[in-house]
């Protein structure tokens, strides 16, 4: 039963991730991107998600920050699961505007 529900999140999420990707054009003050460290090396960062879709800024932040909740949590999971070391880390985040390197 849990199996299905933490299925059924990561699949809301990703879902979530993909429907807010989009080009539209929105000032950078009311988008906020989903990072990743780039993992396992946690040197630099990957950009996950754009969230512009919502209709204020602050629950596009909210639907960006929920989302790298998940992810963390997900991550955490596997590497409980797997048995991976201590030192194996991953960091998910939100910052305001579109992708930046």
């Not at 849990?2 to 950078?28: D, G, R």
């Not at 906020?32 to 596009?60: C, I, K, M, Q, W």
Request: glycine letters at 4%.
């Amino acid at each position: 039963m849990k199996l299905k529900i933490h299925t059924s999140l990561v699949m809301l999420v990703v879902t979530l991730s993909l429907a807010a990707c989009s080009e539209k054009s929105f000032p950078e003050s009311e988008i906020y991107t989903l990072y990743s460290s780039n993992y396992p090396t946690d040197v630099g960062r990957s950009g996950v998600a754009t969230f512009d879709l919502a209709s204020t800024p602050e629950l596009n932040q909210e639907i960006c920050q929920e989302t790298a909740d998940l992810y963390q949590a997900d991550f955490e999971k596997r590497k409980r699961e797997n048995g991976w070391s201590a030192i194996t880390k991953m960091r998910h985040w939100c910052e305001k505007g579109r992708f930046k390197k």
